[in-house]
């Protein structure tokens, strides 16, 4: 954030500068905002080729396997991979829009951070949403090629249903806590210094 500081107190001071100080400003400032779309685009990247290379996987499994069960939720899982590539190739074209735009770099940001932030939301309850869907589907599978009867009598048995419980519950809440993690680490801090910018333009 060492050009985030230094552009703040040139900014703070903008009023006793030359118009060619101003100059720099914005160029500091689209210096920084690229750099920062740049890492953005590069993860968004990562993650599409980690989708295509996962859901090759998948479909090949999907076709090989003998259960037909399985074959249906890959299949199914394919759906919400397809939403995934074009969710990230739609943010992807809106990095590069960004990227290759310096008409107005405080608008370009208030853009950014904007867009940005709505894909972040989306991103966090589209996981919200799929885990469990993704863990019933899971016991649904196994009950099934268990037997219902015999799956459902285990969770007579109180010890069990408590094990049960409590496990789902690590499980849960280390896959979400995880994801957090991911998400901020890939998008939630780059998302926070251009918050940052926008803020010290305001400022």
């Known amino acids: 954030m060492d050009e985030l500081d230094k552009l703040k107190s040139i900014w703070q001071s903008a009023s006793g500068y030359t ?3 101003k ?11 690229a750099s920062i779309v740049a890492r953005l685009k590069r993860n968004v990247w990562i993650e599409l080729l980690f989708t295509v290379v996962t859901g090759i996987a998948l479909i090949y499994i999907g076709i ?8 249906l939720m890959i299949a199914v899982l394919m759906v919400i991979y397809i939403f995934y590539l074009i ?3 739609r943010k992807l074209r809106m990095l590069k829009r960004f990227s290759i ?22 991103y966090k309850l589209s996981y919200i949403i799929l885990y469990p869907l993704f863990f019933i589907a899971g016991l649904w599978i196994a009950a099934r090629d268990e037997g219902m009867d015999n799956f459902l009598e285990r969770f007579n048995n109180a010890a ?3 094990r049960f419980l409590l496990l789902t519950a690590l499980l849960m809440s280390s896959v979400y806590l995880f994801t957090n993690w991911y998400l901020k680490k890939l998008y939630g801090n780059h998302l926070k210094k251009l918050q940052g910018m926008l803020k010290e333009l305001d400022d």
């Open 19 to 21: 118009g060619k100080n």
């Open 23 to 33: 100059d720099e400003i914005a160029r500091m400032l689209q210096g920084e905002s």
């Open 64 to 71: 090989t396997s003998s259960n037909n069960r399985l074959s």
């Open 87 to 89: 969710y990230y190739i």
């Open 101 to 122: 735009t310096g008409e107005n770099i405080k608008n370009n940001l208030q853009h950014l951070t904007g867009a940005l932030q709505g894909y972040l939301n989306f």
């Open 160 to 162: 069990y249903l408590i």
